[in-house]
């Protein structure tokens, strides 16, 4: 079994900067993409950000230039630097990883969300 699972979350003033963190652990035995989502109340869940094993990234419109995606290949862990953080970035952010365990089976796995609020 493999869990993702996130921390960092918390509530922030707009303006203000939040770090989220995953870590992966279990029968790991590769990761390729890495990504965080978004999902605020009667919004559609959103993506916010990818991370591929080389490093290579890609980032939603809303987020470019605020937020960074990082990876530590060896750690199994995925972190977002969250900058001049807004009231619409408010939303419950999830860890999402494709997977590898010992066998070589390839399968998406997602953490359990932890909630982020910027207050106005």
């Known amino acids: 079994q493999v869990q993702l699972v996130e921390s960092g979350g918390g509530l922030v003033q707009a303006g203000g900067s939040l770090r989220l963190s995953c870590a992966a652990s279990?029968?790991?035995?590769?990761?390729?993409?890495m990504a965080w989502y978004r999902h605020a109340p009667g919004k559609q869940r959103e993506l916010v950000a990818t991370?591929?094993?080389?490093?290579?990234?890609n980032y939603a419109v809303s987020v470019e230039g605020r937020f960074t995606i990082s990876r530590d290949n060896a750690k199994n862990t995925m972190e977002l630097q969250m900058n001049s953080l807004k009231p619409e970035d408010t939303a419950v952010y999830y860890c999402?990883?494709?997977?590898?365990?010992?066998?070589?089976?390839?399968?998406?796995?997602w953490g359990q969300g932890t909630q982020v609020t910027v207050s106005s």
């Open positions: 991370i591929f094993s080389g490093g290579s990234t």
């Open positions: 999402n990883a494709d997977v590898a365990n010992f066998g070589v089976v390839w399968r998406n796995y």
């Open positions: 279990g029968r790991v035995a590769s990761i390729n993409a």
